[in-house]
């Protein structure tokens, strides 16, 4: 293949992976080397080159190999597994007893399942500490994490000074973002090794995962100055750029490009700096970039970065191609189905009505401190959040996961006693005592990410609109606003946004368009189920007249009118989603009908949203309605606990 010059990356990738395990380290080394001259910013090569200077018994080169790979791919647990394996090798070397040697050898050999029954029988017979450590190493090793988590803490109860255990625990939380778990193991590995960079480079990325900005910032700026790396410049601008500090930010993707000009996260990074305006001469140097063999995210990162670039400079037609490219490629790696959702939909107005409402009044915990902004992905909800944590009585604690976690619990198809668990369906069968300790659990849950002493708080998830009968059975008491915006302005801002986390509806347009329909279906059903509720802000009339808007919402609220919330971008506190920078500036205008620029290739969007798009914003006074027939088709056990079950038939939509 290589000769042949055919997918030149892999090819040389598996060699060199091929060659080290064939037992010809030094081989695998120099098939590796010419790759890594052209492709620097590929994480794979450097992680093979580690493992080849590790089977050659040199672990300082092994180290710097990994933790090259680790700074451009910082979340990927085999690189870290085997960084840490090359740490341990050069700071703390283990001696194993006699009696840990086979399972050791098992493990070096790669027989997973051996290792870890020969650990179990060791651990049967006496708990130490390496054997807790050699047992956890095996089963993170089988993708076993939480078990693996729990022998290291044990393994660091009997045994505080093994550094070996707590940095194999502190890797292991990190590579799974469990910053504040990771953070303490760090600090005190930092302070037994305070001259290791690689310590302290994890330091900052904890804090920095933690949401202590203020901490990490000057941590990223003493690394760079002692050993600047792109990675580091890249985590360092987003540090910078949750804190307000946007001009900072682009310098610091700007040094991360001139460093590596292959990196295709620090173009992507800059493209999400919205003040940002990419230059003629950056503009080439990207383009520039499509010459390599990229990998696909490489290549979908690019073209996202490419699109806002030539957004900048007017060039429209160009701009959406680029866009359009960047979601195909992000939109191969998601499931999404258009016709799922909007079954879900119909599903949740049959299940969730009046009736079921007015049985389950008195249900629930009856917190009244959740404020929950639900909606579409860029509707405005990061602006609205920052309003209302204005407020003294109101705390923003930004997107939280957690009554999407409890919804999913009730939605794995597994049978519960004799009845299938599907969600929302199974919501029926929950009695009143464990509607209220799902309330109590968010509440419990939320806390952890409160900072502050106020008697309410924002969760902005918007996708939350998908649970408002589930948050109206749990907590009853609880506030939800409905942020919306026009349709083909935030459609179109969906599009061209490379979201964090993920929307895996927001890869195509006509996908976004019945997303955004489906959703004012759903949340006029709570108008009529639900009534008074709900509080819909509009963002057009938020941003043209806020005064007479925000009064109307803190009267909603029940909450005194302050002016502070008119001053909101005042105010100092962390926001990492991509609105960051708008809501640090006044209210403006030039975000209305900006769709227009693009308006030639919106096609595909306006057909989607139909009716939604012709009203707005009003609503349409009727859907297509499902149809619900008294049968057993779904479970015999819903039927007997509940008197019924539903099959849903689902009539053509004029969508």
Same mark, same amino acid.
């Given at each position: ?38 492709? =620097?910013?590929?994480?794979? =090569? ?83 500490? /390496?054997?807790?450590? !050699? *047992? ?24 505080? /000074? ?14 799974? #973002? ?6 303490? %193991?760090?600090?005190?590995?930092? %302070? ?26 000057? @941590? ?5 100055? %002692? ?6 410049? $890249? ?21 991360? &490009? ?5 990196? +295709? ?13 990419? +230059?003629?001469? $950056? ?5 520039? %970039? ?37 979601? #195909? ?55 609205? @959040? ?31 006693? /004799? ?61 939800? &606003? ?18 964090? !986390? ?18 004012? #279906? $759903?949340?006029?059903?709570?108008? /009529? ?17 806020? #005064? ?13 009118? @302050? ?16 609105? +960051? ?52 088709? *779904? ?21």
């Amino acid at each position: 293949m290589l000769a042949q010059n055919l997918n030149r990356p892999t090819a040389a990738i598996v060699l060199g992976a091929a060659l080290r395990i064939s037992g010809r380290p030094a081989e695998a080394i120099d098939a590796l080397a010419t790759l890594i001259a052209d492709q =620097p910013q590929l994480p794979a =090569p450097w992680f093979e080159l580690g493992l080849a200077f590790g089977d050659l018994g040199q672990p300082a080169a092994a180290i710097d190999a990994l933790w090259k790979a680790v700074d451009l791919r910082p979340h990927d647990h085999q690189y870290w597994y085997a960084l840490v394996d090359q740490w341990i090798i050069a700071n703390d070397p283990i001696k194993l007893p006699p009696h840990l040697l086979p399972g050791a050898k098992a493990l070096s050999d790669g027989c997973l399942d051996r290792a870890e029954n020969l650990f179990r029988e060791a651990l049967k017979a006496k708990e130490d500490a /390496d054997s807790l450590k !050699l *047992l956890a190493d095996t089963l993170i090793r089988q993708e076993k994490s939480e078990e693996a988590e729990a022998l290291l803490a044990r393994c660091l109860e009997i045994a505080p /000074d093994f550094q070996a255990a707590r940095f194999r625990y502190a890797a292991e939380l990190f590579a799974h #973002e469990k910053f504040l778990k990771a953070l303490p %193991q760090v600090e005190e590995l930092v %302070q037994r090794h305070l001259t290791d960079n690689l310590l302290a480079t994890m330091r900052a990325q904890t804090l920095a995962g933690c949401w202590r900005f203020a901490d990490a910032i000057p @941590e990223f700026e003493r690394l760079l100055f %002692q050993t600047p790396k792109p990675g580091i410049w $890249l985590a360092y601008g987003r540090a910078l750029r949750a804190t307000g500090q946007s001009t900072k930010a682009s310098a610091a993707f700007e040094a991360a &490009i001139e460093m590596l000009p292959a990196f +295709s996260d620090a173009y992507l990074n800059l493209a999400m700096v919205k003040s940002f305006r990419f +230059s003629r001469v $950056l503009t080439d140097t990207l383009r520039a %970039q499509f010459a390599r063999p990229n990998t696909p995210a490489q290549r979908g990162r690019l073209h996202f970065a490419l699109g806002k670039a030539l957004e900048d400079q007017g060039e429209y037609a160009e701009s959406f191609e680029n866009y359009h490219a960047s979601n #195909e490629i992000q939109r191969k790696n998601v499931e999404y189905s258009a016709a799922a959702r909007s079954n879900y939909v119909h599903r949740s107005q049959i299940i969730f009505t009046s009736a079921e409402f007015a049985r389950r009044a008195d249900n629930g915990c009856k917190s009244r401190a959740p404020i929950f902004i639900v909606g579409m992905p860029r509707s405005g909800s990061t602006l609205l @959040e920052q309003i209302l944590s204005s407020h003294p009585a109101v705390e923003g604690v930004g997107e939280l996961p957690f009554m999407n976690m409890i919804a999913s619990n009730f939605d794995d198809g597994k049978i519960i006693g /004799d009845v299938r668990r599907t969600y929302p369906e199974f919501i029926r069968t929950l009695d009143a005592k464990e509607l209220v300790r799902l309330g109590e659990r968010y509440i419990r849950l939320s806390q952890e990410c409160r900072k502050l002493d106020r008697p309410h708080f924002v969760d902005k998830f918007p996708n939350n609109f998908v649970h408002i009968g589930l948050i109206q059975l749990v907590l009853p008491c609880a506030r939800i &606003i409905d942020m919306r915006r026009h349709p083909l302005d935030c459609g179109l801002s969906c599009f061209k946004s490379y979201f964090p !986390l993920g929307q895996p509806f927001a890869h195509r347009l006509s996908d976004i368009g019945r997303h955004y329909a489906d959703y004012v #279906e $759903l949340m006029a059903h709570y108008e /009529d189920v639900l009534p008074g509720k709900v509080h819909r802000v509009i963002y057009e009339r938020l941003v043209t007249n806020p #005064e007479e808007e925000v009064r109307r919402l803190l009267d909603f609220l029940d909450l005194p009118f @302050e002016q502070k919330c008119l001053r909101f971008y005042e105010q100092d506190r962390m926001v990492i989603t991509l609105s +960051s920078e708008q809501v640090r500036k006044p209210l403006y205008k030039d975000s209305l009908e900006y769709w227009r620029n693009y308006e030639p290739w919106l096609g595909p969007l306006k057909s989607s949203l139909g009716q939604v798009l012709d009203l707005y914003p009003q609503v349409p006074k009727s859907f297509p309605k499902p149809e619900a027939e008294w049968t057993i088709s *779904l479970s015999n056990g819903l039927a007997q606990k509940t008197g019924y079950s539903i099959a849903t038939r689902y009539p053509s939509s004029p969508r």
